[in-house]
């Protein structure tokens, strides 16, 4: 799982960054910007299973600060909820990006053959 994670969630972070499958590119340095680099380098980090804590803590905040900004907008209405907002990825990202943070890399990761040596 923390594969596929780190690699859909590095594949965002190209769209936004390098264009890939997107017509849209933000601006240098914008919030979205900067968000899609930490959705680059987190990704592939994860994926890969390199300082995985510390990537999936960072990205999984990221998630949440793009939910709280981007979706839900502190709409006490029936905006609040993910469904309707269109933020479900950003919340499934932020929880499973955390459960990765409090488990770690695992056996198949860069982490685990540091270790071994």
Not at 48 to 63: D, E, K, N, P, Y
């Amino acid at each position: 799982m923390r594969i596929v994670v780190g690699l859909l969630f590095a594949f965002h972070g190209m769209q936004k960054i390098l264009g890939v499958l997107s017509s849209h590119q933000p601006e240098v340095m914008s919030q979205i910007w900067i968000g899609g680099l930490i959705e680059l380098v987190t990704g592939i980090l994860v994926a890969v299973g390199l300082f995985t804590r510390a990537s999936a803590f960072l990205a999984s905040g990221t998630m949440a600060v793009a939910y709280t900004q981007f979706h839900w907008k502190f709409a006490f209405d029936e905006r609040f909820f993910p469904s309707v907002n269109k933020g479900e990825m950003a919340v499934l990202y932020c929880f499973i990006l955390l459960v990765i943070a409090t488990k770690g890399a695992g056996i198949w990761s860069l982490e685990s053959l540091r270790r071994t040596r």
